[in-house]
């Protein structure tokens, strides 16, 4: 349910939350199912924006429906308001030299992210780190539907990704539980609603999961469950991670250095796997 009659004035309530927020989630559900991931939200030419790094380009790849569903869960302030989810079609840019993210969304993504700042904040330090620069841009092109979200407020609340009506953008809702099954699978966990409707599941295809960051950003956490939705109750099929209630700590030194070795691997890997990609595409 729309709560603007008058869409335009939708987006604009979005964008104005979006632009406010420094962490978000961005949801699809395409050819491998349900699926959501923290994204930083960005803002382009006044329509919702991210700029996903290129170690994103798998989970890309499934977003075949050409929708997505922009949602602020973890609003930065109490008011509740503040979360809330836009769905719609989207725009798949692949911005392989970084140029359009530099010239358009860098500056706000060293506003928000901080290991941005440390990686591209100047020419050297882009120079030195030309693999963090390589993106993805997905822009919400416009509002099909817009919904209060209840924010996260408990280590278990998660958002519940499913496919949306007639092949349309994902629904999302807040679920919570009193204890998540383990990440190997095979458990069945009774979900509620945080807005207090019943979750109603047909059977279809379900993604659970929540996410915290450390102070820095540096540690940027994710957990989930996968499975099928049955009237109240998740079947669990596959997950990794566990809830937790406090963000994480700053990694040490070492763990620092792990990550951004990990990190580094990823981005090269897709940005590798993009520019064969483009090459064979444009032998043809």
């Not at 050819?31 to 170690?55: N, Q, T, Y």
């Not at 809330?84 to 530099?102: T, W």
């Not at 030195?128 to 408990?154: C, F, G, K, Q, S």
């Not at 990990?262 to 043809?284: L, P, Y």
Request: charged share 25%; proline share 8%; with cysteine.
């Amino acid at each position: 349910m729309c709560l603007f009659a008058d869409k335009g004035l939708a987006l604009q309530n979005v964008v104005t939350v979006w632009r406010r927020s420094t962490a978000a989630e961005m949801c699809w559900a395409g050819s491998g199912g349900p699926a959501g991931i923290p994204v930083v939200p960005l803002v382009w030419d006044d329509l919702p924006c991210v700029a996903l790094p290129m170690a994103h380009l798998d989970a890309v790849d499934t977003m075949t429906s050409g929708r997505a569903s922009f949602a602020v869960s973890d609003p930065p302030s109490q008011d509740a308001a503040a979360a809330v989810v836009a769905s719609g079609p989207v725009d798949i840019r692949f911005d392989l030299e970084g140029k359009r993210f530099a010239d358009h969304l860098l500056e706000q993504e060293i506003v928000k992210h901080p290991p941005t700042r440390l990686r591209a904040d100047g020419l050297m330090a882009r120079r030195e780190n030309w693999w963090w620069m390589p993106r993805v841009l997905i822009t919400l092109t416009a509002v099909e539907d817009v919904r209060p979200l209840p924010p996260r407020t408990r280590g278990d609340d998660a958002l519940l990704v499913r496919p949306g009506p007639h092949g349309g953008a994902a629904r999302v809702d807040t679920v919570t539980a009193r204890a998540w099954p383990e990440p190997s699978g095979g458990g069945e966990i009774e979900l509620w609603r945080r807005d207090g409707s019943s979750l109603e599941g047909t059977g279809e295809p379900a993604f659970a999961f929540a996410h915290r960051h450390s102070p820095d950003f540096e540690r940027w956490e994710r957990w989930y469950r996968s499975g099928r939705a049955q009237g109240e109750v998740l079947t669990v099929t596959a997950g990794t991670g566990t809830p937790e209630p406090e963000s994480p700590r700053p990694y040490n030194l070492l763990a620092r250095y792990r990550n951004h070795r990990e990190v580094v691997r990823a981005c090269r890997a897709g940005i590798a796997k993009a520019e064969a990609r483009a090459g064979n595409s444009g032998a043809g």
